[in-house]
């Protein structure tokens, strides 16, 4: 199969764009922090033993990263916060992230300076951020709301904006949160937090949300997009055209939009025949007796979305940072609007560490589900993570509304909980070398629009699965992912099925679970679990041998939820499979993708 993309790729560089064919593999070769360039150097000046720390120092950093800006380090004990004992060091948090941000905004005046880098830095020991005079803080406000609220709606509302505030909301761009080692450097959040509504176990906030204080960052007025004449392929096209539109100039035209601005582009498409596309070669799952469809898929239609940069304008043809990550048709209607991620935002060298001992039930309560969940990153464009531990948590780490991050040397220990990491609603994200040792309900994985992220060298338990929590993710990959296979663990409700449309790459994984004769991509016994057509290549360690299309058809018809007529011959697999039992070459998809594109651009 790679013989195949690589010659299609390489035919597609002297085809024009009309003519280019389509890639029978994404191409996730520009996934990572500034499209998989090394990550920033932070190399903070050590101090002497016994010297005091003060409140925004100058750092001389590395010469390389001088050159991007200045660099103050702002040291959360110079503001209060103790290392040694079990108080709170929350609002010496708080009062160094805000030192960190009204010297940036001094700086910010000046367009000709680069902007300048904050470091929120931790020396060595073990912080509270959320403990038991928070819990205790919230609980009995909680309390209080409920005695004084007696309209249920209205207590409801502020129930929500109350508790919202449980975890620490540390906005802002350019800043590295940062300790001195993950070994040494601990945040720790010692009791559950309360969620955001008694029956939602979902909700229960974040010890931190990194990124955008509003939701995926703020977003402006949506622009038409001209639609495509022809079928465009994924991966193939990096322009896109702005629609004429009543009293506009190619001026005035898409807000103005110009290069270096982030922007989203989107599709909604409700039409059947597009619906049916997405979930070729399967139908809609409905019900047997009233013939209603299970997938909302029907009636939400089918949604491509994901964040680029503008890097060039020419009237009002825009030029992106990368090709379009999605195949376009003509009467998709696409459209377009500058976002306003936060930018350059890194954790680093830190343990976060929760407070989970319990026995894990799936969907039980909401302190199984979410009470301890530790990172939110979230509308954040070129940020990294790199040598963190997540430690006896709930939900370890979130990455949402985001693009072009790298996440590398990242460990989950501790009890099993609910979800180790997702990738929701974002694209281009790098996570390699994360180590799962928790045996998560839900190892890493993606989940609601997810596309064109890559897990490299990824590790979990052979008593685990990957996360695929539904909501049309499309064309993610796992590159030399070691771990299990297990029934029920992928999530998403019936709703939400399918868990992954096309696209979706297992490249030299190695089963170190339990050996599968038939391991089905379509479920016949469950609403759940149900992948469109993946691929699976040089799959070694236990057998994964894999379920055929015939035997879900005939028993999806025998139970009326389907019609495929004819049935599917018996040797139709539920997967696209290549060199079962042997690995291939190249060892890693992703590497060879970079290599062949930076090749062609020398």
């Known amino acids: 199969m790679w013989q195949q993309y690589q010659r299609v790729w390489q035919a597609n560089q002297t085809r024009s764009p009309k003519a280019r064919k389509p890639l029978p593999l994404p191409d996730v070769s520009r996934a990572g922090y500034h499209q998989g360039e090394a990550l920033p150097a932070l190399e903070l000046e050590s101090r002497d033993e016994g010297e005091a720390a003060g409140k925004g120092e100058a750092e001389k950093g590395t010469a390389g990263e001088s050159a991007k800006g200045v660099l103050r380090r702002f040291d959360v004990t110079a503001y209060g916060a103790d290392g040694s004992d079990t108080l709170s060091d929350r609002r010496a948090i708080l009062e160094a992230h805000a030192a960190m941000r009204d010297w940036q905004r001094q700086g910010s005046d000046d367009a000709d300076r680069p902007a300048r880098r904050g470091v929120l830095y931790f020396p060595a020991g073990d912080y509270v951020v959320y403990g038991a005079a928070e819990r205790d803080w919230f609980h009995s406000r909680l309390v209080a709301l409920k005695a004084a609220v007696a309209d249920a709606e209205h207590q409801q509302a502020l129930r929500e904006a109350l508790l919202k505030m449980q975890g620490l909301s540390l906005a802002g761009s350019h800043w590295t949160l940062m300790g001195a080692g993950s070994d040494v450097t601990h945040l720790k959040q010692t009791r559950p937090m309360l969620p955001l509504h008694a029956s939602w176990y979902w909700s229960t906030p974040w010890l931190l949300h990194l990124g955008n204080l509003a939701e995926g960052g703020k977003q402006e007025e949506w622009q038409a997009v001209t639609p495509t004449r022809h079928r465009q392929p994924a991966d193939t096209q990096d322009t896109i055209t702005l629609a004429d539109e009543a009293g506009q100039s190619d001026e005035t035209d898409g807000a103005a939009l110009s290069p270096g601005d982030e922007v989203l582009?989107?599709?909604?498409?409700?039409?059947?025949?597009?619906?049916?596309?997405?979930?070729?070669?399967?139908?809609?799952?409905?019900?047997?007796?009233?013939?209603?469809?299970?997938?909302?898929?029907?009636?939400?239609?089918?949604?491509?979305?994901?964040?680029?940069?503008?890097?060039?304008?020419?009237?009002?043809?825009?030029?992106?940072?990368?090709?379009?990550?999605?195949?376009?048709?003509?009467?998709?209607?696409?459209?377009?609007?500058?976002?306003?991620?936060?930018?350059?935002?890194?954790?680093?060298?830190?343990?976060?560490?929760?407070?989970?001992?319990?026995?894990?039930?799936?969907?039980?309560?909401?302190?199984?589900?979410?009470?301890?969940?530790?990172?939110?990153?979230?509308?954040?464009?070129?940020?990294?993570?790199?040598?963190?531990?997540?430690?006896?948590?709930?939900?370890?780490?979130?990455?949402?509304?985001?693009?072009?991050?790298?996440?590398?040397?990242?460990?989950?220990?501790?009890?099993?909980?609910?979800?180790?990491?997702?990738?929701?609603?974002?694209?281009?994200?790098?996570?390699?070398?994360?180590?799962?040792?928790?045996?998560?309900?839900?190892?890493?994985?993606?989940?609601?629009?997810a596309t064109h992220n890559v897990y490299l060298e990824l590790e979990h338990a052979g008593d685990s699965g990957i996360e695929l929590h539904g909501q049309q993710s499309r064309d993610n990959v796992f590159d030399r992912k070691r771990g299990g296979h297990v029934?029920?663990?992928?999530?998403?409700?019936?709703?939400?099925?399918?868990?992954?449309?096309?696209?979706?790459?297992?490249?030299?994984?190695?089963?170190?679970?339990?050996?599968?004769?038939?391991?089905?991509?379509?479920?016949?016994?469950?609403?759940?679990?149900?992948?469109?057509?993946?691929?699976?290549?040089?799959?070694?360690?236990?057998?994964?041998?894999?379920?055929?299309?015939?035997?879900?058809?005939?028993?999806?018809?025998?139970?009326?939820?389907?019609?495929?007529?004819?049935?599917?011959?018996?040797?139709?697999?539920?997967?696209?499979?290549?060199?079962?039992?042997?690995?291939?070459?190249?060892?890693?998809?992703?590497?060879?993708?970079?290599?062949?594109?930076?090749?062609?651009?020398?």
Do not use: C
């Open 487 to 602: 029934r029920d663990r992928w999530g998403a409700s019936v709703g939400h099925q399918p868990n992954h449309l096309r696209g979706l790459v297992l490249w030299n994984p190695v089963n170190t679970g339990k050996p599968h004769a038939a391991w089905p991509f379509m479920r016949a016994d469950s609403h759940f679990g149900k992948v469109i057509m993946p691929t699976v290549v040089g799959a070694t360690g236990h057998a994964l041998g894999i379920a055929n299309r015939h035997d879900y058809a005939r028993v999806m018809n025998a139970k009326g939820v389907t019609e495929y007529d004819p049935l599917p011959p018996m040797d139709a697999l539920q997967a696209r499979v290549e060199s079962p039992g042997e690995a291939v070459e190249p060892a890693s998809l992703y590497r060879a993708q970079r290599e062949l594109l930076q090749e062609t651009r020398e």
């Open 265 to 449: 582009l989107e599709s909604i498409d409700k039409r059947p025949e597009s619906v049916a596309r997405a979930l070729a070669p399967y139908q809609m799952e409905k019900d047997a007796s009233t013939g209603e469809s299970r997938w909302l898929i029907e009636r939400d239609g089918v949604i491509k979305r994901a964040r680029y940069r503008v890097v060039a304008r020419d009237g009002k043809r825009l030029t992106l940072s990368l090709p379009v990550v999605h195949e376009r048709f003509p009467g998709e209607q696409w459209r377009i609007a500058r976002l306003h991620p936060a930018r350059e935002v890194g954790v680093q060298g830190i343990t976060l560490k929760g407070n989970w001992r319990g026995h894990f039930k799936h969907h039980r309560s909401a302190e199984d589900d979410s009470g301890f969940g530790l990172l939110d990153l979230d509308g954040i464009t070129d940020g990294w993570v790199r040598d963190v531990r997540l430690d006896s948590f709930n939900q370890g780490v979130k990455v949402r509304h985001s693009s072009q991050l790298t996440l590398e040397d990242v460990t989950m220990t501790g009890k099993p909980g609910h979800i180790a990491m997702t990738i929701s609603d974002s694209n281009q994200v790098l996570a390699r070398q994360v180590v799962d040792q928790s045996h998560a309900w839900h190892a890493p994985g993606v989940a609601r629009y």
